[in-house]
C-alpha cells in the first residue's frame, strides 16, 4: 500500500510559477513510476507528467512540454512538478499518483495509487 499527500497548489495569476509536491510512503519508492495527473472543471482526468524511478525519464504532455518540469528526490521520497508561465487552461486539481507496476502510463488505468489532489487556480 503507498500513500500520496500532494501539496503546493494555490491561487497565482497568469504567468507565474507554482511547485507541487507530492510525498509517499513505502519502502520501494525509487522503484515507482511517478505521474502527475490534473483534473479541470466539467472535465476528465488528464496526463501532465510522469518520470522514471531513477528520474532518468521524463514524459509530458504535449500542452505543458517546456513550461512544466517533473523531478524527483528518491531520498526524500518526493515527487514535484515544477509549472511556469502558468495560464487559466491549468486550473484544475492536480494528483500525483504510483503505477506500481512499473510501465510508464499516460492513462488513468496505468496507475495504482492516488493522492488527495491540490487544488492550482490560475487568474487571468
Known amino acids: 500500500q503507498v500513500q500520496l499527500v500532494e501539496s503546493g497548489g494555490g491561487l497565482v495569476q497568469a504567468g507565474d510559477s507554482l511547485r507541487l509536491s507530492c510525498a509517499a510512503s513505502?519502502?520501494?519508492?525509487?522503484?515507482?513510476?511517478m505521474g502527475w495527473f490534473r483534473q479541470g472543471p466539467g472535465k476528465e482526468r488528464e496526463f501532465v507528467a510522469a518520470?522514471?524511478?531513477?528520474?532518468?525519464?521524463?514524459y509530458y504532455a504535449d500542452s505543458v512540454k517546456g513550461r512544466f518540469t517533473i523531478s524527483r528526490d528518491n531520498a526524500k521520497k518526493t515527487v514535484y512538478l515544477q509549472m511556469n508561465s502558468l495560464n487559466a487552461v491549468d486550473t484544475a486539481v492536480y494528483y500525483c499518483a504510483v503505477a506500481a507496476s512499473g510501465a510508464v502510463s499516460r492513462y488513468v488505468e496505468g496507475y495504482d495509487y492516488w493522492g488527495q489532489g491540490t487544488q492550482v487556480t490560475v487568474s487571468s
Open positions: 513505502g519502502r520501494t519508492f525509487s522503484w515507482y513510476i
Open positions: 518520470i522514471s524511478g531513477s528520474g532518468g525519464s521524463t
